[in-house]
Structure formats: C-alpha cells, structure tokens
C-alpha cells in the first residue's frame, strides 16, 4: 500500500483512509504524588508500582488486544491503513516540578490529539498521569511533519492546585437510568478549575468548518477561548455547556454525515440542543446495552480493592472509575454509509438500519474498564475530504 502520511480529516463520516488504533500493551494502574510529600520513599513507590500491575492481569489486556486486533483487521479490509502508538514508555516514573506519577496506557487515542484538516492540537489535559502520554504517538506524527502539517500547542499546565470540586446533585433521569444499567454505580460529578487552559481533544466534534466544543469536567472556557482563538478565520469553534457535565462529547452527540446528528436522549433533548444542529435530522436514543457483568464483577472485586491499597500508601489514582454505559453509543463510521459499532448494541444498530446506514460490528469486551469505546480507541488522521460548511 502507498505511504501517505498528510493530515487531512475534517469531520467524522466521510471515507476513512489512514487511522491510529490505541493499544493496551504495558497497561498499569496509574497514580500521582505530589513532591512535597515527604512520607513518599522508593519502597513505597515500588510497592505502588506491583500493586497497579494487578489491576490490567494478563488475561485482560490479551483480550483487549485481541478486540483491537479484530478491529484493525476491519478497516484494513476497508483499504484503511493502520497506525499503533508506541506504549514503551508506559508505566515509567515521570517527575514535573510540582509531581511525580506514572502513564496508564496508549489505549484511547482520540483523548489527547485533535486532527481539524492539516492542523495537529495537542491537549493540555487535566489529568496528572496523561501528562506525558502523548509522546508515544510522536513517531507517527513526525512521518507526517515530512509531508507539513500545522502542530499546535497550548501551554503545558502546572495543574498544582485543587482542579476538581465535587457537584452534588438531586437524583437526575440520567442517574436512575445510569444505576440501572451497572446494577447499582453512581457517577460521581465535579467542576473542573478555569485557572489554565485545560481540555482534552475528545471534547471536541468536528463538523467541517464548524466544531461542537463540550465545557465539562473534562474541558474548561479557558481551552474553549484558546481553541476558537487559534482555529479562527477557518474556523468556528461553539461551546455547549448545558448537555452533560462529565467527560468527552463522544458519548452524547456523534454525527452520522451531513444533515444527520445522533444524540444521547438521556442528556439532550430539543430544548438545550446544540442550535447549530437546528436543521439537521434528529436521532435521539438512549437505549444502550447494561454494563456486562464480567465487567462489574471485575471492577468490583478487582479494580475497586486496588484503588484503595493505593489510597491508603498516599497515591492519587483513578483505578477505581468506570465509563458510563452510554460509551455504547462510541462508534466511528468508515464512510458516510458504513458505520462501526460495538456488537452488543443492538438496539443502536437496528436504529441506525432503519435509517440506511450500514452497520460492521465488532467485539469490545472490556472498554467499560478501559474507559473508551470504537471512537476513543481510535483517531482518524486522514479522510477523503475537504473543508465545507454544514451548518
């Protein structure tokens, strides 16, 4: 197959022709420390260390891998070519001058870099273990650079400060759906701090001239100025804070091709939809499969118990969190009429058949655990398409 290697992706349907596939290879729990705790020694950190481990077994990743090997083996039956991150520096001690921690894994490739055309953005995410993350992608984009593309980014944050505050609230529809679905769960909200510009590039949906920016615990108004700021001119960059206050957008709203829009009805109904999707044909569902219970068990009884023995060593961890069952909506199209979907929605799939798009499945069996479904695993870095406007 020919070497392209140019940046060219402008929305998320038309036809897709070279794409990264995260991997889970190297996976460890991941934790932080701040410098100033001084009860914090080197055995303890190796005892950190041996703990995380148990929390991606072998058996695990295999399985994970193995999906993700199935899910490449798809587009490159479709003629799309196939790129993997690098994940040799996953699980190493890296120090800043406020904290130390180690990465979690390369496995969701769509959080940290955001492809709008020939522009690369890197994102300054305000989680302490994704700090350097990115950098097992720079081999595959540095193939690209021989060819130019526009590479932005924002500050590196200092984040050594409280970045999250808790939000309590009532009992909401979307929580009485979200404890039926994994037996019990709740979520757990927050508000993210507007002190520095923090964002990760899956809070953003890309619509040819126009990208839907989600201000949420994931994205703050500092990165939503910064973005519009530096994309303006080619650009229109809107926000939208009202349609769900957790994480990345691609749980709730994901365009299907031009005029075609689904959307997550447990959060966004037609009064605070986003108004530039005023004239575009609607899908609202919701009706995704509940969290498996090979899944919930092994969250429970492993996952959950590993988070605090890291707890109570003085380690900051996310081990004991879980994506929300609606990643079943995460799917990624091929084109605008072939759509890759996760098997076990089969209510999304007939949904999307009665409305004539073609749909490939494939087996994710663990991305409730690894926090990122078809479309967080993968970035797509280059389609058959031009900049247009669709709104």
């Known amino acids: 197959m020919k070497k392209h290697f140019y940046l060219n992706s402008h929305n998320e349907w038309d036809k ?12 460890t729990g991941c934790f932080f420390w701040k410098n100033e705790q001084k009860n914090i020694k080197s055995k303890k950190i190796e005892q950190a260390l041996r703990i995380a481990k148990e929390a991606y077994p072998k058996w695990y990743i295999d399985e994970v891998e193995e999906d993700l090997s199935n899910l490449c083996s798809i587009f490159r039956k479709a003629g799309v070519k196939v790129l993997r991150p690098d994940p040799s520096n996953v699980g190493k001690i890296f120090k800043t001058t406020n904290w130390s921690g180690i990465s979690n894994n390369v496995y969701n490739a769509r959080d940290l870099y955001l492809v709008v055309g020939n ?33 932005l980014n924002p500050p590196s944050p ?17 929580k009485k759906f979200y404890k039926k679905l994994t037996k019990g769960l709740t979520e757990k909200l927050h508000k993210l701090s507007d002190k520095e510009i923090l964002f990760e590039a899956a809070n953003t949906l890309r619509i040819g001239k126009d990208l839907l920016y989600l201000n949420s615990i994931s994205g703050n ?13 080619t650009y229109n960059v809107h926000q939208t804070k009202k349609i769900y206050k957790s994480s990345h957008i691609d749980s709730t709203v994901m365009c299907l091709k031009p005029g075609v829009v689904l959307l997550n009805s ?4 037609k009064k605070n939809c986003p108004t530039i999707f005023k004239k575009w044909k609607k899908i609202f569902h919701s009706d995704v499969a509940a969290v498996p219970d ?21 380690f900051i961890n996310n081990i004991g969190e879980i994506s929300s069952p609606w990643i079943g909506l995460n799917f ?5 009429n072939n759509v890759i979907v996760d098997e076990r929605q089969t209510s999304l799939i007939k949904v999307l058949e009665k409305n004539k798009f073609n749909v490939i499945t494939c087996k994710m069996r663990h991305m409730y655990t690894m926090q990122g479904g078809i479309h967080c695993s993968t970035l797509d ?9 669709h709104i």
């Open 16 to 27: 897709l022709q070279e794409v990264i596939v995260g991997t889970s290879k190297n996976s």
């Open 332 to 336: 990624l199209s091929l084109d605008k």
């Open 158 to 174: 200092e984040i050594n400060y409280k970045i999250f505050t808790p939000i309590n609230e009532l009992e909401t529809k979307e």
């Open 294 to 314: 090979k899944e919930l068990n092994f969250y429970k009884k492993v996952r959950l118990p590993i988070a605090k023995k890291l707890s109570r060593l003085g």
């Open 221 to 233: 108004t500092k990165g939503y100025n910064w973005l519009r700021n530096n994309l303006s001119g």
């Open 119 to 151: 522009h690369l953005i890197e994102s300054p995410s305000p989680i302490h273990w994704r700090f350097f993350e990115k950098d097992s992608y720079k081999k595959i984009f540095y193939k690209y650079l021989k060819n130019g593309f526009k590479w």
């Open 381 to 389: 870095t280059r389609r058959r398409s031009k900049l247009e406007s």
């Open 266 to 269: 447990v959060r966004v109904n």
